[in-house]
T-cell receptor, first 114, second 115 residues
Framework: DTGVSQDPRHKITKRGQNVTFRCDPI?????LYWYRQTLGQGPEFLTY????????KSRLLSDRFSAERPKGSFSTLEIQRTEQGDSAMYLC????????????FGSGTRLTVV | GNSVTQMEGPVTLSEEAFLTINCTYT??????LFWYVQYPGEGLQLLLK?????DKGSNKGFEATYRKETTSFHLEKGSVQVSDSAVYFC??????????????FGTGTRLTIIP
């Protein structure tokens, strides 16, 4: 297994466009997380999936944001009508079901809204 | 809510110097504590962790001790190398009823080691 994969690595979009990011977790991990990291800050939690169920969402996740994990494997994060304030690094992480700390982060998708 | 406060950067040291990066936390209950490292262009990597009071986490010459009485988890290394240059994040985690092990991070400390 090559770890957590995120695609694309970089995305530049115009304000008002929709964007979608993909995360492929480690295959045996049933828990999946999305975080957002702005410049000079630590990552902030956005949302959590256990298998295909989205169980927790941060208040940071406005109505323009939606995340899915349709078959409990890969996940997508969509941002509609992007704003300049959405420019950030979007990180995905996964962890196993067995309670050991196997939390693994992907390299992230850097979004720039112009 | 939970929060983490860590030493502002950037920090610049000479090779072989002693490193301390301070971290304190606020949490309801007893969190697990972590140090993550982020090298340029890479994702976050777990450096070390401690799950209960007085535990000492260690890895690659780095150490941190979970101090409940001072709510601290300071990162130390006796002799830094140029390859230690990175951004270091202190974080805590408390598992929710849904099994959510979400992490709460500090703002990060950029460390630069000069030869």
């Amino acid at each position: 297994d090559t770890g957590v994969s995120q695609d694309p690595r970089h995305k530049i979009t115009k304000r008002g466009q929709n964007v979608t990011f993909r995360c492929d977790p480690i295959s045996e991990h049933n828990r999946l997380y999305w975080y957002r990291q702005t410049l000079g800050q630590g990552p902030e939690f956005l949302t959590y999936f256990q298998n295909e169920a989205q169980l927790e969402k941060s208040r940071l996740l406005s109505d323009r944001f939606s995340a899915e994990r349709p078959k409990g494997s890969f996940s997508t994060l969509e941002i509609q009508r992007t704003e300049q304030g959405d420019s950030a690094m979007y990180l995905c992480a996964s962890s196993p079901r067995d309670g050991t700390w196997g939390y693994t982060f992907g390299s992230g998708t850097r979004l720039t809204v112009v | 809510g939970n929060s983490v406060t860590q030493m502002e950067g950037p920090v610049t040291l000479s090779e072989e110097a002693f490193l301390t990066i301070n971290c304190t936390y606020t949490a309801t209950g007893y969190p697990s504590l972590f140090w993550y490292v982020q090298y340029p262009g890479e994702g976050l990597q777990l450096l070390l962790k401690a799950t209960k009071a007085d535990d000492k986490g260690s890895n690659k010459g780095f150490e941190a001790t979970y101090r409940k009485e001072t709510t601290s988890f300071h990162l130390e290394k006796g002799s830094v190398q140029v390859s230690d240059s990175a951004v270091y994040f202190c974080a805590l985690s408390m598992i929710s009823n849904f099994g959510n092990e979400k992490l709460t991070f500090g703002t990060g400390t950029r460390l630069t080691i000069i030869p």
